[in-house]
Every structure is written in C-alpha cells, then in structure tokens.
C-alpha cells in the first residue's frame, strides 16, 4: 500500500449525528468518506467500485437491512461490510449477519470499535500477505 493512500469508506446511515461523527472520526485517522443515509443510493454509489470498506447502520430507512447487503453482495465488485449494530450483537445476529456476508459485526455506541473494525477490513482490503478473514464483534 502507498504511503499516501488514503483508503475511502461508505457510510450509510439514517441518523445525521451519527454520519458526521464517523466522518470525523475516520478522517482523523486518514480515510476518505462519503456518506448517505438512503440504501438505495450506496448501492448507486458502491457500483462505481471506488469503496474499500461498506460501513453501515442496522436500519435503513428506504430497504430492509438484509436485503441492502444481498444486494451488495451482488455486486461484481463490492467491499468489506462492517454493520453497527444498535445494540451489542447476539449469537443469531452474528450467524444472520454472516450469512450476508458481512465482515464484521459492532455495537454501534462503541464509536471506538466501530473505527477499529473499519481499519482492520481496510488493512485486510489491501493486504497481500495475507488473505482477509471474517471476523464479528
């Protein structure tokens, strides 16, 4: 990886606060964002390919959550997916989740674990020492 790469990263998410708070939160530690709160336009927006991580709510308002992340999964190209969750995850949400293909799984009040999982999906995104692993939290 170069050393001024800067790795982009999609938010979506219904709740304005919470999209500026990752925003900043994850340029500070040197990524690119954009943001949306709408399902349907991350998936306009994740089709040009230029995303190295999907960082996404539980809830979204214009399409139900499992079926956005299928929809991602569809796509020919389409990044690691870290989901917050709104509360610490279950044992059934971390199966469900999985089986969408999501990388990993954070209560979404944790803001400092979510930006941890962002930076692990990102340093296994271009990673080519090592295959990329799933892992929930």
Same mark, same amino acid.
């Given at each position: 990886?170069?050393?001024?790469? %800067? !790795?982009?990263? =999609?938010?979506?998410?219904?709740?304005?606060?919470?999209?500026?708070?990752?925003?900043?939160?994850? *340029?500070?530690? /040197?990524?690119?964002? %954009?943001?949306?709160?709408? /399902?349907? *336009?991350? =998936?306009?927006?994740?089709?040009? /390919?230029?995303?190295?991580?999907?960082?996404?709510?539980?809830?979204?308002?214009?399409?139900?959550?499992?079926?956005?992340?299928?929809?991602?999964?569809? =796509? +020919?190209?389409? !990044? !690691?997916? +870290?989901?917050?969750?709104?509360?610490?995850?279950?044992?059934?949400?971390?199966?469900?989740?999985?089986?969408? /293909?999501? *990388?990993?799984?954070?209560?979404?009040?944790?803001? *400092?674990?979510?930006?941890?999982?962002?930076?692990?999906?990102?340093?296994?995104?271009?990673?080519?020492?090592?295959?990329?692993?799933?892992?929930?939290?």
């Amino acid at each position: 990886m170069r050393a001024d790469y %800067r !790795p982009n990263v =999609l938010i979506v998410d219904n709740d304005d606060r919470a999209l500026w708070r990752f925003q900043e939160l994850l *340029e500070h530690r /040197g990524m690119s964002t %954009r943001a949306t709160w709408s /399902g349907h *336009e991350a =998936l306009a927006m994740l089709r040009s /390919g230029e995303f190295d991580v999907l960082l996404v709510d539980d809830y979204l308002p214009d399409v139900h959550a499992h079926d956005f992340l299928e929809r991602v999964n569809r =796509l +020919v190209m389409h !990044p !690691p997916v +870290v989901v917050m969750h709104s509360k610490p995850p279950t044992h059934s949400d971390l199966q469900s989740y999985a089986s969408v /293909g999501v *990388e990993q799984l954070v209560n979404k009040s944790d803001a *400092e674990n979510v930006c941890r999982a962002v930076v692990l999906c990102c340093g296994q995104q271009h990673s080519a020492s090592k295959p990329a692993s799933k892992t929930v939290h």
